[in-house]
Every structure is written in structure tokens, then in C-alpha cells.
């Protein structure tokens, strides 16, 4: 049997969050700072790097819009395996055409590519604005 209610909320004091806690709910900013996050850009940028060596390499420096993840995908001419990673450590591993990993940094020199054989690389794809 269902129960037929009419009510006006007048404020909202707090919100269930994923752990069952009460907590306050988002504020107007934090609400305009999710909505501008799960816009979508009017354009596309894609640029095709291939390294210089086979010690990990910085992508250039891009500007990464707030919100977007940035793909880095494994580039069909490549002899070989494309590693990428931070600055650190490329363990993540792109064997083959349709692989890839999305990175969400803001710029796209964080993010560093490793291959075997010098002149592999990658492409790498994200939403800016036009």
C-alpha cells in the first residue's frame, strides 16, 4: 500500500552520504563547481607523441580543462608496448590499438611515457573548450 504525501521542503539540514552518515548538504559553490565538472567541452584536442629515446618522457605541456580526463592510447604504428606513468614509474602498460588509460591531471607534461624503441609513442586525446 503506498503512502500519498504533498509537502513543501523549505530547507534541506542534512543529507545521507554514501557511509549512512548525516551529513550537511553541498553549498551553492560546490554544487556550480560539480555541474561546470560534468559539462562537456565544445571541442577535442589530440595530439600523436613519439619519444626521442627509450627513457620515460614528459608529454608537452597542455593546459587540462578542470574536470576532464585526459586518454592516452596506445599508437598503431608502434613495434612495441608503450608504458606510461608519472615521473617515476611507467608500469601501466599499452600492448595494443584500442588500449589505453585515462590520466585526470592538469596539465599533460604529468604525465610520462616510456617505449622500448625510440620513435614509438602514443595519442592522446581530451575535451577543451573551442
Not at 523549505?10 to 543529507?15: E, H, L, S, T, W
Not at 555541474?35 to 577535442?44: K, P
Not at 608504458?83 to 584500442?98: C, F, I, P, R, S
Amino acid at each position: 500500500m503506498g503512502l500519498d504525501t504533498n509537502t513543501e521542503v523549505q530547507q534541506i539540514r542534512k543529507v545521507q552520504n554514501e557511509q549512512g552518515e548525516q551529513v550537511s548538504p553541498a553549498t551553492e559553490n560546490q554544487q556550480q563547481r560539480i555541474a561546470e565538472a560534468s559539462e562537456n567541452y565544445g571541442g577535442l584536442s589530440q595530439i600523436e607523441y613519439t619519444t626521442d629515446s627509450t627513457t620515460a618522457e614528459p608529454l608537452p605541456s597542455i593546459d587540462v580543462p578542470h574536470g576532464v580526463t585526459v586518454l592516452v592510447e596506445y599508437r598503431e604504428a608502434n613495434s612495441g608496448n608503450a608504458y606510461v606513468g608519472d615521473e617515476n614509474t611507467q608500469k601501466a602498460a599499452l600492448t595494443g590499438v584500442g588500449d589505453g588509460r585515462g590520466f585526470e591531471v592538469t596539465d599533460t607534461s604529468l604525465i610520462h611515457v616510456r617505449t622500448p624503441t625510440a620513435g614509438d609513442g602514443v595519442i592522446v586525446t581530451f575535451e577543451v573548450d573551442p
